[in-house]
Antibody, heavy 122, light 113 residues
């Protein structure tokens, strides 16, 4: 049973870079069977897909965030990471990491981390 | 800004049937892309409930069913139970910006009366 766990600072200053890591356990991130995504949810609002990375490092990003987002993978640590630059109060949210099966190309997220709350404040 | 529209809330008595709509457009659901549904219990992460329009992952009760037609999709809950009280989100792929982009619905809160 795969488990995903987000980690990183819960407080980021405006204009700085938000950095989060997702550690995958119970399965290998380098198996090639999944894409690995970041999704966020501002308080009381809907979910928003941020982007994804594949084992080899290829990425796709939400067009509305693409200029500020970098997602990378570290197969040696079984982790993938999110960097979001120039944050503002609008970036405050619960950030989730999630897994998407590669084989059927349908796009569902079948496993999620518990989420980590990020506050943006000076 | 969600491109998939859901009713803010639906409610029903225990045992009743409720449905949640997810309305999209020709660049997402209407283009043939699959629709997925998630259940988010208060204070928890979303859980995959229905994938590829009408398929249930292992462990999801058959009280939950999904369908898709044209530019819309629906989630039905039959035999409503108190434990079904949660937020529900649809999700699909959108091709309007010529870039890879997954989109979620606006979310629907289900209340069991």
């Amino acid at each position: 049973q795969v488990q995903l766990q987000e980690s990183g600072p819960g407080l980021v200053k405006p204009s700085q870079t938000l950095s989060l890591t997702c550690t995958v356990s119970g399965g290998s991130i380098s198996s090639g069977s999944y894409y690995w995504s970041w999704i966020r949810q501002p308080a009381g609002k809907a979910l928003e897909w941020i982007g994804r990375v594949y084992t080899g490092g290829s990425t796709n990003y939400n067009p509305s965030l693409e200029s500020r987002v970098t997602i990378s993978v570290d197969t040696s640590k079984n982790q993938f990471s999110l960097k979001l630059s120039s944050v503002t109060a609008a970036d405050a949210a619960v950030y989730y990491c999630a897994r998407e099966p590669y084989y059927d190309n349908s796009g569902q997220f079948d496993s999620w981390g518990q989420g980590t709350l990020v506050t943006v404040s000076s | 800004q969600s491109v998939l529209t859901q009713p803010p809330s639906v409610s029903g008595a225990p045992g009743q049937r409720v449905t949640i709509s997810c309305t999209g457009s020709s660049s997402n659901i209407g283009a043939g892309y699959d629709v997925h549904w998630y259940q988010q219990l208060p204070g928890t992460a979303p859980k995959l409930l229905i994938y590829a329009n009408s398929n249930r992952p292992s462990g999801v009760p058959d009280r939950f069913s999904g369908s898709k037609s044209g530019t819309s999709a629906s989630l039905a809950i039959t035999g409503l139970q108190a434990e079904d009280e949660a937020d529900y989100y649809c999700q699909s792929y959108d091709s309007s910006l010529s870039a890879y982009n997954y989109v979620f619905g606006t979310g629907t809160k289900v209340t069991v009366l």
